[in-house]
């Protein structure tokens, strides 16, 4: 792309950081967003710029505050991060997840998991207790869960009324009661491989809502479309593709 006074040319690159699912997702979100500021920028006067993003400052930006926050001030005492306080726990037939942040809570944990002394026990009886001896907290929590089945662990869980819910597998996802409410997963007819499913747009738009208007395009497919869309006639298609220069 070209770049002027009016103008702002994006590139993404990876770096020499390992590619993932996540981190490519990431970096795509942080150039998409990137650009609509660069375009905000522009509407206010600043002109076209060079917008430039990688998967290693994306990731890393993204991750910051939920796993760095002891990097961040490093002499400050240390508490867990997410990825330790929010870790799922094993029960005798899956996971769960569940978080307990209040004193309040975590009382009525005990209480509903039957180990009441556990709330008057001074390693956990306060929030700033449990997080310095967050991993003492974890070893007795896991060993009490991994003694519950998970339907079991979610009804005391449940009961407590804390923050609770099964950690699913990837089939399980599609007959999430949650998921299915949501109308989160569409269906639809491929003409070539079947019935396809895949996940509905995230954002619900109020006035113009997003809909699935058709399928991914095999190679080539939209060629003479597009070609026609740029004034080129059924003649001038028909010479590239007798040339080689279109398929």
């Known amino acids: 792309m070209t770049s002027g006074k009016n103008r702002f040319h994006a590139v993404v690159h990876g770096g ?10 990431t970096t795509a979100m942080t150039g998409a967003n990137a650009v609509l500021g660069a375009l905000l920028a522009r509407s206010n006067g600043a ?24 990097e961040s001030v490093p002499e400050a005492p240390r508490t867990p991060t997410y990825s330790e306080w929010y870790s799922p726990w094993q029960t005798i037939d899956g996971w769960v997840g569940a978080i307990w942040p ?15 002394h556990l709330a008057d026990d001074p390693r956990f009886a306060t929030r700033e207790a449990r997080i310095r001896n967050s991993n003492e ?3 007795e929590f896991a060993k009490l869960l991994g003694e519950f089945t998970t ?3 979610l009804k005391a869980l449940s ?24 109308e989160t997963v569409l269906t639809h007819h491929h003409p070539v491989v079947g019935q ?17 208007e058709r399928m991914a395009p095999d190679k080539g497919e939209h060629t003479d479309e597009v070609l026609t869309e740029l004034g080129r006639s059924p003649a001038d298609i028909a010479k590239l593709r007798s040339d080689g220069i279109i398929a």
């Open 47 to 70: 002109g076209g710029q060079h917008v430039e993003v990688n998967l290693l400052d994306s990731t890393l930006s993204w991750m910051w505050l939920d796993y760095f926050w002891n």
């Open 102 to 116: 209040s004193d309040e809570q975590y009382a009525r944990v005990c209480l509903k998991l039957g180990v009441s």
């Open 137 to 139: 907290h974890q070893r």
């Open 16 to 25: 020499d950081f390992v590619k993932s699912a996540t981190a490519d997702k």
């Open 151 to 153: 339907a079991d662990a």
């Open 196 to 212: 396809v499913r895949t996940a509905r747009f995230p954002a619900r738009f109020s006035k113009t809502p997003t809909q699935l």
């Open 159 to 182: 009961e407590a009324d804390v923050p609770c819910a099964p950690v699913l597998s990837i089939t399980e996802v599609f007959n999430n009661p949650q998921v299915k409410h949501n």
